[in-house]
Each structure stands twice: as structure tokens, then as C-alpha cells.
């Protein structure tokens, strides 16, 4: 496959921000960017001409002032929200590079179907099963990729690009990834939310609280199950305990509440465990 893979963006959001620099660094040339916010898609032009994300002396990237601009490129990756793919696929589907299936179309949504680009001869999909952010840099080694292709072609394309960053990946099902972004919602998304209420009762020691919650998560994924290494007053049948911690919350309901229900559901796990 061709070194200078031309790899051109819809979107200008955290999605589009790191994948772009990614790719760009580990060697693909980054022709365009569109954006609907000209402020926003030129911002991450002039970051992704920058010498340090251009180590390979590829073409300078450009602002596409009209999404037909694109056309030509080897693959396009709507790096958008969920609720604008379909809209901005309309006008990607007629451009004559993707109807001739010469140009591959894919987006990056974890919870958005394949079926919604599959007009279009060659489409995937490029998902990183990883928070991404415009704030934190993050390494593309330890991200991993679900990736769905329409053909060997785009499939062979879409490793090489997971590959070249360094990634790992997996190729899977629309099926598969969904339950895979459900997931994801739990273990970051609800966790932070977790943490978000640690903070709150435990301000302003909070950061003593990092190196458990470092160690739990490693512990969870260490061993067959993480119901296997829970701990706590619930699994123990601790009721003084518990009822001494939802004393001191009591004057705040929503803290309350989520200790309640999570002590009565992970009393009632243990309890199948024995």
C-alpha cells in the first residue's frame, strides 16, 4: 500500500483532532479538512502543518471551503457526532471519487451503524475505543480500533492505517462494536461519573484517592472476573458500616441514592458468588 495514503476529514471535533495528527505523524498525508466551522477546521489546519506533526515532509494540509473538495482523496473519515453523519453523508455520497468506489468513506462512531454509509461502494468503519480530547494528548499505541469494511480492499486500507499508528485492532460487526461502545460507557463514562461524586465527598483530599483507584481498575482486569476481587462492606455483609456511610450522606440525595442502590446490587452478586 502507498506510503502517501491520502486521508482527507469531515469534522474538526476531538475525533478528527487526534486521529488527524496521528495519522499525519505516522506518515498519511492529510489533504483536506472540512468543517462547518471555517474557525474551527483552520485551527486544526495550521496545528497538522506544524514541523512536529509532519515529520515526513508530506504536502501541506488545507481547509476545503466545500466538502466536494475531498474528492480524490483515498478515503474519507467523517469524524463527526453521531446525529450529523447522515446528514453530511448526502453530499459525501455523491462525490464522484466515492461513487466510483475509488475513495472509501468510513465514519468513527462507536454506536452508529455501518448500514448508514453502505450506499456507497467502499465504506468502514474507524472506531478508537478510547476518550479522546483537543486538551490531552494521548498515545495511538494504546488505543485499540474496531474496524468494519464493506470489502479486502477497505479492509486491508483500514488495518494499515490501525497498524501504522501502532494500534491494536479488531475486526468486528456492527453488533459487536455496539456492545463494545456499551461497554466503553461503563467503564468511562460511569466511572467518571463515580469518581466525579468521590471528589465531592472527600474534597480536598481527593487526590489520595488515585492510587486506589488505579489499583482497582488493574485489579478488575487481572483476574477471570472482577466480581471475583470485589471488596467493600457490601460483600462483606457489613451492615453497620453501611448504614454509618449513608449517615454521613444523608443530606445529600443524589451520593445517597447511588450508595444504596450500588451496596443492594453488589450485596446481591456476592451473594451468588458464595
Request: proline share 5%; aromatic share 8%; net charge negative.
Amino acid at each position: 500500500m502507498s506510503s502517501t495514503l491520502r486521508i482527507s476529514f469531515a469534522g474538526a471535533g476531538n475525533a478528527a483532532f487526534r486521529l488527524s495528527l496521528a495519522l499525519k505523524s505516522a506518515g498519511f498525508e492529510i489533504p483536506f479538512i472540512w468543517n462547518r466551522s471555517r474557525q474551527s477546521a483552520s485551527q486544526l489546519v495550521s496545528i497538522l502543518n506544524k514541523h512536529e506533526y509532519n515529520p515526513h515532509l508530506l504536502p501541506d494540509t488545507m481547509y476545503a471551503e466545500d466538502i466536494v473538495s475531498l474528492d480524490g482523496s483515498d478515503v474519507i473519515i467523517l469524524a463527526l457526532s453521531d446525529d450529523a453523519i447522515a446528514e453530511i453523508f448526502t453530499i459525501v455520497a455523491r462525490i464522484p471519487s466515492v461513487v466510483s468506489g475509488r475513495t472509501i468513506v468510513c465514519h468513527t462512531s462507536g454506536a452508529t451503524s455501518v448500514d448508514i454509509i453502505s450506499s456507497v461502494p467502499s465504506h468502514g468503519v474507524f472506531y478508537p475505543l478510547m476518550t479522546l480530547s483537543k486538551a490531552k494528548p494521548v498515545d495511538m499505541n494504546i488505543v485499540p480500533f474496531l474496524l468494519e469494511a464493506s470489502d479486502d480492499k477497505t479492509k486491508q486500507t483500514l488495518t494499515e492505517m490501525a497498524t501504522r499508528l501502532g494500534a491494536e485492532y479488531m475486526v468486528c460487526d456492527t453488533d459487536e462494536r455496539m456492545r463494545m461502545h456499551v461497554a466503553a460507557v461503563f467503564v468511562s463514562n460511569f466511572v467518571n461519573y463515580m469518581i466525579a461524586l468521590a471528589y465531592d465527598i472527600s474534597a480536598p483530599n481527593h487526590v489520595f484517592l488515585l492510587p486506589l483507584a488505579i489499583e482497582t481498575v488493574r485489579k478488575a482486569f487481572l483476574y477471570g472476573h472482577p466480581s471475583l476481587v470485589q471488596t467493600g462492606p457490601a460483600v462483606r455483609g457489613d451492615v453497620s458500616t453501611i448504614k454509618k456511610h449513608l449517615e454521613i450522606l444523608k443530606d445529600v440525595p443524589e451520593h445517597h441514592a447511588v450508595y444504596e442502590m450500588l451496596t443492594k446490587l453488589i450485596a446481591s452478586e456476592a451473594k451468588k458468588q458464595r
